[in-house]
């Protein structure tokens, strides 16, 4: 059982490169959600999966988009990357959205030069 | 969504009890009120919930007034491992969890 999974864990992108970040989990959750966490500050919501088959923004989700691929897996496209999506992403799951605790994977570092 | 208040940073040392208080006083009557622990280069990590009085689990306690204005997270002797980032969040959870900039422990030996 391994949890919430993501590929890469490192990334360099140039400004204007496009990438997808892969996220997959083995828990049987229904929900998913992507984070990023820039220097020093809290987890910001991007986009977020209540069940599979729908995908919904979050706090920031411009520059971003995402598919639910299948129930287990929920990737993250940056289109044009630009220095100030130079951040951390955490891809996590819970079983539900109401109350339950979310399961995070270990994070993808990501620089855009 | 219920803003909270936490402070920046604490410092403690090995052996000692810890309490880390949060503030949220527009929490609506639905909200749980949520605890996670990160540490550098991890994602974050569930440590406890609750929704009102006194919860405890293997880690933790979790301290809840009647009025839930507010939330004291309790961590019992801790140690150099317990360093680390706590959020404290209210809300319904999933899309409306809102994580704020947390609370850096220091544990020192």
């Known amino acids: 059982n391994a949890g919430v999974t993501q590929t890469p864990k490192f990334q360099v992108l140039k400004t204007g490169q496009s990438m997808t970040l892969q996220c997959a989990q083995d828990?049987?959750?229904?929900?998913m959600y992507w984070y990023r966490q820039d220097p020093g500050m809290g987890l910001r919501l991007i986009y977020y999966?209540?069940?599979?088959?729908?995908?919904d923004k979050g706090e920031v989700p411009n520059g971003y988009n995402v598919s639910r691929l299948n129930k287990r897996e929920f990737s993250l496209r940056l289109e044009s990357a630009a220095p100030s999506q130079t951040s951390v992403y955490f891809c996590?799951?819970?079983?539900?959205?109401?109350?339950?605790?979310?399961?995070f994977g270990p994070g993808t570092r990501l620089t855009v030069t | 969504l219920a803003k909270t208040t936490q402070p920046i940073s604490m410092d403690s040392y090995e052996g000692q009890e810890v309490n880390i208080t949060c503030s949220h006083n527009?929490?609506?009557?639905?909200?749980?009120i949520t605890w996670y622990q990160q540490f550098p280069s991890q994602g974050p990590r569930f440590i406890i919930q609750?929704?009102?009085t006194k919860v405890t689990n293997e880690v933790a306690s979790l301290f809840i007034p009647a009025d839930r204005k507010s939330s004291t997270l309790s961590l019992p002797r801790v140690s150099l491992s317990d360093t680390a980032v706590y959020y404290c969040?209210?809300?319904?959870?999933?899309?409306?969890?809102?994580f704020g900039a947390g609370t850096r422990l220091f544990v020192k030996a």
């Open positions: 996590a799951s819970s079983e539900a959205q109401v109350g339950d605790e979310q399961y």
């Open positions: 828990m049987n959750h229904n929900s």
């Open positions: 999966s209540a069940s599979e088959g729908t995908t």
């Open positions: 527009n929490i609506a009557t639905n909200d749980y």
């Open positions: 609750g929704y009102k």
């Open positions: 969040l209210v809300g319904t959870g999933g899309f409306k969890t809102i």
